[in-house]
């Protein structure tokens, strides 16, 4: 048995947790947040057997899809007033960043 854990993109959250139950996959879905954007995004633990890892990665990679955002970015000038212009940048969001741990036991009581 494995342990998935899919870092996903809040965007994407409910069609994924959507996706899966559909399959009668079983997940348990927290709200975290972080990295860049410091934005919230949803970690996904889904108890699955080891033969059906990859439909649960497929599912993963079908759901989440990757796409262009675009953020203001304050950036000191390099001047001595030390005033701050937010200035655009072009980043890449969404996706899905998957752990897979062995489950050595299982217990549902």
């Given amino acids: 048995m494995k342990l998935a854990i899919a870092i996903v993109n809040d965007e994407d959250a409910l069609d994924l947790l959507d996706e899966l139950t559909d399959k009668e996959f079983r997940v348990t ?26 439909e649960v990665i497929q599912i993963i990679e079908d759901t989440c899809k990757t796409r262009h955002q675009i953020i203001s970015n304050p950036s000191p000038l390099s001047t001595t007033t030390g005033v701050y212009v937010p200035y655009p940048v072009d ?3 969404g996706g899905a960043t998957v752990f897979v741990v062995d489950v050595e036991k299982f217990y549902r009581v």
């Fill in 29 to 54: 879905k927290l709200a975290s947040s972080g990295g860049f954007l410091r934005s919230g995004n949803t970690t996904m633990m889904i108890g699955v057997d080891d033969e059906k890892l990859p």
């Fill in 91 to 93: 980043i890449e969001v």
